[in-house]
């Protein structure tokens, strides 16, 4: 598959031991995917490393530098030809804003990634995020996995 058809993106924790809390993005844009719920990416430009992608997509849309810990997962398929490659990531400093093609964030606990409206094509994703998450101030959630 060709570099063009990766998309780099982020799964913003708030601690990459222990995650009790998930970053979600609401784009603004395309009109077609307005209103809809995603993990922080972007495209992986001809010759770009896909880690350091998922970095500068974090900076272009947050405006945060993220420090990446290990890969969620495989590649995940999405609308042909496209698949994302997504990193757990913290941010290094600041606090993550919506910058470029989102209008609103939202720090998400287990328990709350119902509340919003994925891509179609993320919700597999977030169902294997969320058995990641831990419960805040415990272990990991019922049925989950530790760290």
Known sequence: MPERSLIAAVALVDDLRRPTR???ARRSAPTELAGLWEFPGGK??????????????AWEELGVRVHLGA????????APPRLLRLWWAVADDGIPRPLQ????????RADQLDEVRWLVHDRPVV???????QHPGGGP???GRSG
């Open 44 to 57: 992986v430009e001809p010759g770009e490393d896909p880690r350091e992608a998922a970095v500068r997509e």
């Open 127 to 133: 169902e294997h995020v969320r058995a990641s998450l």
């Open 101 to 108: 093609d989102h209008d609103e964030l939202r720090w998400l």
């Open 71 to 78: 890969q969620v997962g495989a590649d995940w398929p999405l």
């Open 22 to 24: 998930l970053l979600a």
């Open 141 to 143: 959630r019922e049925g």
